[in-house]
């Protein structure tokens, strides 16, 4: 049997040439792809020269965007060492410097939604619920 290539044309993602793509998750062209491959060799031979480099640092030096960089730590294809600052919100999956869990963003709602939480739930709180009986009220049989 033969194989319909032309059933899988595609417009590349980043300068939307026409070109057929070889399986379904495929979205950028040969070009596209040789050029980012470029780009991760540059920056992998510039953190091998300059292992304690910063992401803005082998930006500048490579001439590779730091978006880039940042999405190649993210899909784990540059392992950040153990003394890195960096790290991404769990939440949205921002950079947060000095290697917290959630961007400034992310900490202020969260804040903002468990404040008014807080303040939702002091209105409604039944006054009784549990306690804890003191020694001198405890009855003998």
Request: proline share 3%.
């Amino acid at each position: 049997m033969t194989e319909n290539k032309l059933g899988n044309l595609k417009n590349c993602k980043k300068c939307n040439r026409l070109f057929a793509a070889p399986d379904a998750s495929s979205s950028l062209c040969s070009r596209c792809n040789e050029a980012i491959d470029d780009d991760f060799t540059k920056v992998r031979e510039y953190i091998y020269d300059n292992p304690t480099s910063g992401v803005k640092d082998v930006s500048i030096g490579t001439g590779v965007s730091t978006e880039a960089i940042l999405k190649w730590i993210r899909d784990g294809k540059i392992v950040l060492g153990a003394n890195a600052l960096i790290s991404f919100c769990e939440r949205c999956g921002e950079v947060v410097n000095g290697g917290g869990r959630f961007c400034p963003k992310c900490i202020r709602s969260l804040t903002d939604g468990l404040k008014a939480g807080m303040d939702s739930n002091d209105s409604h709180r039944p006054r009784g619920g549990m306690h804890i009986r003191e020694k001198n009220n405890l009855k003998k049989d």
